[in-house]
């Protein structure tokens, strides 16, 4: 119950709200990878979600976009987007994305640098969050092609104007 209680007190009791409906709540993943077999590593992190019990609703189509803010000579990105269900908190979620991602290798570079895999919270439910380690809505989805284009493609009705009003 006090963990219950500290998800009201830090959400807003959205999290609470879900858990006593008993409806999981709606998450937009981001997904990318620009080092190694740039599919593989996808379609290897997509299992290990599924794995730890993330429900995977929708899979954009997977496109390729040059780096952005990243430092010369990378390689292009793979990039996309999934539209999951799960129980976890927010810093819960993040902390599964992390582990995930070093369990696939991913290790620190220079920021923005190459890596194995990315996965990013875009969109949880309708929460509006910031803290030290998570801001949501993703403070930069919207200025990315690379995030917009794949979210529109399984949500076109997901606008900036359209989070912003419900976030």
Sequence with gaps: MKRLAACKKS???????NRIKKTM?????????????RQKNIND???SLKKNHIRILKCSTIIETEPV???SGQGKF?????KIRTWLSPHELLYLLKRLERRLGRTKTAPNGPRIIDLDILLYDHLKL??????????????RDFVMRPLNEIEPQLTKESCHACC
């Design 45 to 47: 992190a997509i299992t």
């Design 25 to 37: 709540p709606i998450v937009y993943l981001g997904i990318g990878s620009n080092l190694g077999d």
């Design 78 to 82: 793979l990039n996309g987007v999934l």
């Design 69 to 71: 803010g990243s430092p």
């Design 11 to 17: 959400y807003n009791g959205v999290l609470l709200r």
């Design 130 to 143: 910031q803290t030290p380690q998570l801001t949501l809505p993703h403070p930069l989805m919207f200025q």
